[in-house]
């Protein structure tokens, strides 16, 4: 999705450049200076060992903080609100001063309010989103955009009742990646090609990956009941569909945000790491789980948030634009964030932004809604060079788009057809295909 990046316009069409010099002409470039050749493997050889040699003290270390983690799962106090802790316990056990967790005590994380009362099921039966006719007295919402007026009278509704559910989805408690993708009921066809490429359910290594389809309610003026039917025969096919009582509309999909969120504490807390992303985006699942591994080894897992970070981002206030806020809106700067066209987090990190979204209010453009919760967190997202959601979409006729290696470095490029994203998944997954090992610049 594409945001403002007055800073930073061009990177990926550099970063393009970049690699694609790199990948078909490095290689040749290699094997026909050999004594290069030489220097350099020889280099990589002493480069090699000394990563051996910290890899077994790593391996060590993991060992150790396993049987930590392991000793405060089995504390049967804990609830799910713990897991927090837990990932914080292991921090400050790795540093060797362990101890017993008290709020509001630490400095990598700032106060938070605990959510004690988790319900065991999603507790939102009936919604009466009447209009807040209060508002409309205002002076400000008599010169807002009449587009805004909707969002502004309906922004105290934040639950609905939830029409397709699957509680269980999570119940073995054995999810390393929940793959969450925003879709709209219409779009069944990218919802097919997720399934049958990176939003597989599978277990890979071991490590088991599910997906679920994000949706709220069709909009007024489509032909509802049948696109009803259709998506709870999709879902009695599949199981993988999420659906609440919101008319899936632009502004409401950070309703959609902060609902997955709350249904994530509810339902799926034990799942390890969440990937949220648009229907229509090229995930690497493979890099995306060796990244995972790496954060994992650097235990940089509890305040993980990662993807195409932007930091200097004002309101767009231009009346065309897509992502227009008008200045009775909003009138500051926003606080860092990630497109949401795909990013990765981990569970701990979720469940505090969900304590912390429910003090804010709702923000029509749900990407900048989730920065301003980590900014209440005190966090900033980190950037990524693999997450590749802004910036590539303006030169579609551009040759990387067609280029497999381009594809097979990264871990999320939007945007793409159904038919390119299956097509590019086959010669990505294809193992004949041979690329030049990515470099990040
Ligand atoms: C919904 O709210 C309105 C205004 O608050 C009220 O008049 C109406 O009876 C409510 N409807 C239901 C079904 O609760
Ligand atoms: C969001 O969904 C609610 C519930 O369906 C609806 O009342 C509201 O108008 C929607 N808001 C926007 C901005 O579309």
Not at 142 to 163: A, T
Not at 196 to 221: V, Y
């Amino acid at each position: 999705m594409m945001r403002c990046f007055n800073n930073r316009g061009t990177y990926s069409i550099a970063g393009f450049l970049i690699h694609y010099t790199f990948c078909p002409i490095a290689m040749d470039f290699f094997f026909r200076r050999k004594r290069a050749l030489k220097t350099l493997l020889s280099l990589s050889l002493v480069f090699a060992s000394l990563l051996m040699i910290q890899k077994f003290k790593l391996v060590d270390n993991s060992i150790k903080d396993d049987m930590e983690v392991k000793r405060l799962e089995d504390a049967g106090w804990c609830g799910p609100e713990c897991d927090f802790y837990k990932g914080k316990d292991l921090l400050k056990s790795s540093l060797g001063n362990y101890s017993p967790p008290v709020l509001g005590d630490d400095l990598d994380a700032p106060r938070v309010k605990m959510s004690n009362d988790t319900p065991s099921t999603w507790d939102v039966h009936v919604m009466n989103c009447s209009e807040d006719s209060a508002v409309r007295k205002n002076d400000w919402f008599r010169r807002l955009d009449p587009r805004f007026h909707q969002f502004v009278l309906h922004r105290h509704c934040r639950y609905f009742p939830m029409l397709i559910n699957h509680p269980d989805k999570c119940r073995n408690g054995d999810v390393h990646l929940l793959m969450v993708v925003k879709s709209v009921i219409e779009q069944h066809d990218r919802r097919e090609a997720v399934r049958n490429t990176w939003g597989r359910e599978q277990a890979i290594d071991g490590k088991r990956i599910k997906t679920l389809f994000l949706l709220g309610s069709p909009t007024n003026g489509k032909d509802t009941k049948n696109l009803q039917k259709l998506i709870e025969y999709e879902d009695i096919i599949y199981g993988d569909i999420l659906q609440w009582d919101f008319m899936d509309t632009f502004f409401n999909l950070t309703l959609k945000e902060v609902n997955f969120l709350k249904w994530f504490d509810i339902h799926c807390s034990s799942a390890k790491f969440i990937f949220k992303g648009d229907d229509d985006v090229f995930v690497n699942t493979k890099n995306l789980l060796e990244l995972i591994g790496f954060k994992t080894e650097d235990r940089k897992v509890l305040n993980l948030f990662v993807g195409d970070t932007i930091s200097k981002a004002i309101p767009i206030r231009n009346h065309q634009s897509k992502y227009y806020i008008p200045k009775e809106l909003f009138d500051k700067p926003y606080p860092p964030y990630v497109g949401g066209g795909g990013f990765l987090m981990s569970s701990q990190l979720a469940q505090r932004l969900f304590v912390v979204s429910e003090d804010l209010e709702l923000y029509p453009i749900d990407d900048v809604f989730l920065g301003m919760c980590l900014q209440k967190l005190h966090l900033t997202p980190e950037m990524h060079i693999g997450f590749r959601t802004f910036g590539i979409m303006k030169r579609r006729v551009s040759p990387m788009n067609r280029e497999p290696c381009f594809f097979k470095n990264l871990i999320v490029v939007h945007k793409l057809s159904p038919q390119e994203l299956l097509r590019m998944w086959s010669v990505v997954e294809n193992k004949e295909l041979v690329c030049a090992k990515y470099t990040a610049p």
